[in-house]
């Protein structure tokens, strides 16, 4: 998981971000967390980059947290949850952060535990539909054994190795949502591993062929331009019948 931190306060942010940095998630992992003091450099990696969660404060230079909010809420299709970490507690400003979209608002000085306690609330509310436990996933004709590692295409098993398997597996889980290519790789590669630019290129040439991700079959694998790359279901009858 993916967490952007706004705070442009250095102490709070350092705070929230080791914090953070301690937070085990429901699959036993913990979060990358990015941390930011400005808050339209926040707005330009949220153009081309993808976060799983997004913090904000509300008194903020420049474009203020809930000014932040209220684009989330508005550009990013889907947009991921949003909690004010604010000291700004008044009722009307609790409503207002509430109203916006937040999903969370929790005020300052934050306890640890209650905010470990709210961030697990707010996944618990934006659990995917199919959980990455289940044991085969199904989506129109294509299916998934996490087992096996093993994908077939309209019941015919296809060849895929453990990082294609992973690759697929993501965009798949995360359809109609634009990827970054920063996100697809801190998901599926070591941070010490040596790569070229071609290198999610040549991935996503092969997933997208082998697993017949075309208008033809239903399915629509489209790179964005200067981001990353989104997997769409253009007819999810029409896939399930091909």
Known sequence: MRIA????????????????????????????????????????????????????????????????????????????????????????????????GAAEYISKPFRQAELFARLNNVLRQHKPAKSSEEAVLTFGNIRFDIQEGQVTVNEVPVSLTLREFNLALLVFKNQSRPLSRSYLYEHLWTRDEVLSSRTLDTHIYRIRN????????GWVLSTLYGYGYRLEALDTKAAAEQ
């Open 5 to 100: 931190i706004l705070d442009d306060e250095p102490a709070e942010l350092e705070l929230l971000s080791r914090a953070l940095g301690s937070y085990t998630l429901p699959d036993g992992t913990l979060p990358i967390c990015t941390a930011f003091s400005s808050s339209p450099e926040l707005l330009r990696r949220l153009k081309r980059e993808t976060f799983d969660l997004i913090i904000l404060d509300w008194q903020v230079a420049e474009i203020s947290g809930l000014q932040m909010l209220l684009w989330i809420k508005g550009h990013l299709e889907p947009a991921p949850p949003v909690i004010m970490l604010t000291s700004r507690t008044a009722e009307n400003d609790v409503v207002k952060g509430l109203n916006a």
């Open 210 to 217: 082998k697993l017949k991700l075309t208008s033809e079959f």
